[in-house]
């Protein structure tokens, strides 16, 4: 803990003597109360509300990837979109995604993405500590998810971590990987279903026939 204390000796024994005033937890302790209090009030204002989430899009052409060109989170999810719907186009929206003034420009990618005609936006970075995953947890960023037009996945650390930015978007994933797996449907079970599809329609039409036949 941290503590603001008033210092006394008292001379005749020697004792030296720290009277609290006031107490509170160290280090991440007080970026946790920043973070509350920043989703006590982003809460109370409505911006999280279940009203405001956009649904995903069934069959997005393109999306949109806000994240560090040096992330491993960037691997992470270019090769799962690679691998479960290669038909997908993905655009890369550069940014810091931690230090000075990476919310700023997280939320400057995000505005952008917009004028691009994506279908959706993955917001993603790896895990972290506290202080490392501090920039999605800033208001400009928080904003900035909820004023976009476009459906924006969260994906910021691991499954245990949880920023200002997942409360805003309209889906927060557990990590990059899974917000990839979530907005992209898998090419083969999407092939799977057409065959299943086309067979019924098949031997429906052919059932319909064969009925109009014998009238």
């Known amino acids: 803990v941290e503590a603001r204390v008033l210092v006394t000796l008292y ?18 302790g007080d970026l946790f109360e920043r973070f ?4 006590a009030r982003l809460e109370a204002e409505g911006l999280f509300a279940s009203e405001r989430k956009k649904p995903l899009p069934a069959f997005p052409r393109r999306i949109g990837i806000v994240t560090s060109l040096q992330a491993a989170a960037l691997r992470d999810v270019l ?14 929206f550069p940014t810091p995604v ?17 004028h691009w005609n994506c279908d959706a936006l993955l917001v ?14 800033e208001e400009v ?14 994906g910021v650390g691991h499954e245990t971590d949880f920023t200002i930015a997942d409360f805003a978007a309209d889906l927060r994933a557990p990590t990059p990987t899974a917000a990839a797996e979530i907005v992209a449907p898998e090419r083969e079970y999407l092939n799977r279903q057409l065959i299943t599809f086309s067979t019924a329609t098949r031997r429906q039409m052919r059932r319909t026939l064969e009925q109009c036949g014998q009238r």
């Open 11 to 28: 001379e005749a024994r020697g004792d030296f003597q720290l009277n609290v005033e006031a107490m509170r937890l160290a280090g991440t």
């Open 36 to 39: 509350l209090r920043l989703k």
């Open 124 to 137: 993603c970075r790896g895990g972290g500590s506290m202080e490392d995953l501090w920039a999605f947890n």
């Open 141 to 154: 960023v928080a904003r900035a998810i909820a004023a976009s037009p476009l459906p924006v996945i969260s």
């Open 79 to 92: 090769t799962t979109l690679g691998r479960r719907s290669p038909q997908v186009e993905a655009i890369v």
């Open 98 to 114: 931690q230090g000075e003034g990476a919310a700023e420009q997280i939320a400057a990618a995000i505005e952008t993405a917009a």
